[in-house]
């Protein structure tokens, strides 16, 4: 049966659900094996956030797929990452053949997350089509414009439980405007009752579901729900999305279950917003800084 209220995510829930460890000699690989699909020739900077994001939550192992006309500048941002450069759309989107550039990979991941910063949401819809079927066993995590794959299945009749069909468990990461573009619903059907939202949505898709906001609820297709409240106004601005979806990637390559990278990366983002407001104020930060406070946090609220 669904449970009847959520659960809160604070301190206590966390210590009590810690986070899967590497042994004292554990190489990369058994932190993690990832790769992160995103960018464009406009929006480069939204798969470098969420790559380090990745890599300051623990995983061992990077790969970034992005644009060709982009790769290059992605992989000198980024040194740790072996970087891919895919076939690009007229309309800076990534090709759907581009998912063959990616099939030598298959079997060799632990997580995936696809959407930050792509362009083109017909063309991403029909790469993650093509996509999905390799990543049987893998955790996948959908953010942006990503996520309109849910929209495609809709519009072709075929929503019903759509994302079971794959052996991929998904995540997907939707604020309320977001929601409401998914579900088909107004965006004041979804403020009025984010929580039954995003349960039915979970349902529906056979997906776990993270509506995010002030009030964040993380709802998973058996019916489970955790509720977060924290953070402040100033993760509310540019490249913040694209760093919760690279903590929660990178949580599900260490061996989280998507439930529990979500808990945690929604609890890790808001709390190093809140780091970054009390040295700097409310307004101004800058999302890019929120990677760094996720180490020092995460050890410790091991307890």
């Given amino acids: ?44 900077g939204a798969v470098i956030l969420a790559a380090t994001a990745a890599m300051r939550a623990g995983a061992g192992k990077l790969a970034i797929a992005t644009g060709g006309s982009v790769a290059q500048l992605v992989a000198l941002a980024i040194p740790e990452s072996r970087v891919i450069g895919l076939e690009e759309t007229g309309e800076g989107g990534i090709a759907t053949g581009a998912a063959s550039a990616l099939e030598s990979m298959k079997g060799r991941l632990d997580a995936v997350l696809i959407g930050p910063g792509m362009q ?68 004041e059907e979804v403020a009025d009752d984010p929580e039954g939202m995003a349960r039915r949505m979970a349902q529906r898709w056979n997906a776990t579901v993270a509506l995010k906001g002030p009030v964040t609820y993380l709802a998973t297709p058996d019916g489970r729900v955790w509720k977060h409240e924290g953070g402040n106004v100033g993760l509310a601005a540019s490249g913040s999305g694209d760093t919760l979806a690279g903590i929660i990637v990178g949580l599900a390559a260490r061996g989280a279950p998507l439930e529990q990278a979500g808990a945690w990366g929604v609890a890790l983002h808001a709390r190093a917003g809140d780091l970054l407001a009390e040295r700097t104020g409310p307004l101004g930060f800058l999302t890019r800084d929120l990677a760094a406070e996720v180490p020092k946090l995460m050890h410790g609220l091991r307890g």
């Fill in 120 to 187: 083109d949401e017909p063309a991403i819809c029909e790469f993650v089509h093509a996509l999905l079927p390799m990543l049987d066993g893998v955790n996948v995590i959908l953010d942006a414009a990503a996520m309109g794959v849910v929209c495609d299945a809709r519009a072709s009749g075929r929503e019903s439980g759509f994302l079971g069909r794959y052996g991929a468990q998904v995540l997907l990461t939707p604020h309320a405007g977001e929601m409401a573009h998914l579900s088909g619903a107004s965006k």
């Fill in 1 to 44: 049966m669904p449970e009847k209220n959520p659960k809160a995510v604070d301190d206590a829930l966390l210590r009590a659900w810690p986070l899967p460890m590497p042994s004292d000699e554990g190489d990369k690989e058994e932190r993690g094996r990832l790769l992160v699909i995103g960018g464009s020739r406009e929006m480069p």
